[in-house]
């Protein structure tokens, strides 16, 4: 009766080491071993990739909403102006005393009240549609994305001497700083043959560069009360811009937002603004994750191919070592461990791989670039200037994790093919 030995003894290892380096002349599979490697490094460096690249991009994207953009818009439904008049206002007119309030609640950080409108920017035979904000100069110095821009034109702190644009905005107008740039409003004077547009001319005192192209490309920011004056708002505020502590957790301060702004107030988060968009690009991260799930496990099926003709030609040695009393358990931990060295190596080699990508992402992008002639990163349809890559530790171990468990699991079915092989009929014709 043949004698167990322990589980995963060394000289398994050994016979399984030997049998994955056996030459083709010695009844070995190399080249389909190479097959296997080369398929689940791939896979393994796909996925990795696609994953920091997902990450990458998303990271992106939300800094840009939350660096140039309020958490938490506050501003007010159509109210009666004065009770018995029928005239109706959004116009938040106490926007001094909600702001302070507002800016008490712990976790809020600033309350800026702004100012929005839409005009026309000219300058010589160029225009372009524009979104103004209205804001103080203090406020605007607290917008990371604004204030620290990189790159910038111009000096942020000369505001009350002009406005400061996007890049983008900028770009298509053909200004730079110093230039007069006239701002048409069609909401302007009203006159007894009624309202005529108001067109102003102001100096680009500075232009910023948020990271998002359909910010650089349309906003432009004024002086507080320079915006109260050229849109009619006097006395007044459109809504009041709040930036929290964690805008992660934004909704939990609903409530004391709610209570500081009074009757009538309404809320718009940065999640309300781009909600769908962060859900969708979840789905996609999902759906993603499950097509190269897939393709790591058609490169791990080629592990099975190659075990079942390993099988095959080592029908001979398997008999020997039955006969020499290897039992059916550890004749099967041998080729299973010669299925585990192929994945084992082969994610190695892909988490390798996949690595030095993510970390020179902008390298394989320039790549791309040459060999499409251009144009393979479009900002007017990604949002953003370049694709990002944000390689995480949770990302690696998850690709890992699938790949090595897809490849155990595939050579458990060959492994115990052999295992059950009869050494009588394996030697009956040797």
Not at 179 to 203: C, H, Q
Request: hydrophobic fraction near 50%; aromatic fraction near 8%.
């Amino acid at each position: 009766m043949a004698k167990s030995t322990a589980p995963f003894s060394g000289f398994e290892f050994l016979i399984a080491w030997r049998y994955l380096r056996a030459r083709r002349a010695e009844g070995g599979v190399s080249v389909m071993t190479w097959i296997s490697l080369i398929g689940i490094m791939l896979g393994v460096a796909a996925l990795i990739l696609t994953l920091a690249v997902r990450a990458g991009f998303r990271a992106e994207f939300v800094d840009t909403i939350l660096g140039s953009n309020a958490h938490v818009t506050v501003y007010s439904a159509q109210m009666e102006v004065e009770p018995g008049t029928g005239i109706y206002s959004n116009l938040m007119a106490d926007y001094a005393k909600r702001a302070q309030a507002i800016a008490a609640i712990p976790g809020v950080t600033r309350a800026a009240p702004l100012i929005r409108g839409q005009v026309m920017a000219n300058w010589g035979e160029r225009s372009n549609v524009a979104e103004v904000y209205g804001i103080a100069l203090d406020d605007l110095l607290t917008v990371p994305r604004i204030a620290h821009s990189d790159p910038a034109q111009g000096d942020i702190k000369s505001l009350d001497q002009g406005i400061a644009m996007g890049s983008e905005l900028a770009r298509e107008l053909g200004v730079t700083v110093g230039d007069m740039v006239k701002l048409i409003s069609p909401n302007g004077v009203k006159t007894p043959f009624g309202v005529s547009p108001r067109v102003n001319a102001y100096r680009v005192v500075y232009i910023f560069t948020a990271g998002r192209w359909d910010i650089d490309r349309t906003r432009i920011y004024m002086p507080f009360a320079e915006a109260q004056s050229f849109f009619n708002r006097e006395g007044g505020a459109d809504e009041i811009e709040v930036m929290v502590e964690d805008p992660e957790q934004v909704d939990d301060l609903t409530p004391a937002l709610l209570q500081a702004g009074g009757a009538g107030t309404m809320l718009w988060s940065w999640r309300d603004a781009s909600g769908s968009f962060l859900r969708a690009l979840t789905m996609e991260d999902n759906v993603m994750f499950v097509i190269l799930s897939v393709l790591v496990l058609i490169a791990t099926m080629n592990i099975t191919s190659g075990l079942i003709m390993l099988v095959k030609n080592k029908g001979r040695d398997i008999g020997i070592l039955r006969t020499m009393g290897l039992t059916e358990g550890s004749v099967m931990r041998v080729f299973f461990l010669c299925g585990a060295f192929t994945g084992v190596i082969g994610t190695a080699m892909g988490v390798a791989v996949g690595v030095v990508l993510a970390l020179n992402i902008a390298h394989v992008m320039a790549g791309v670039n040459w060999l499409s002639g251009g144009g393979a990163w479009d900002p007017s349809i990604r949002g953003i200037y370049e694709l990002p890559a944000k390689l995480q530790a949770y990302d690696v171990l998850k690709s890992v994790g699938l790949a090595l468990g897809l490849s155990f699991v595939v050579t458990i079915f060959p492994a115990r093919r052999a295992a059950r092989l009869n050494p009588v009929e394996a030697l009956r014709y040797e």
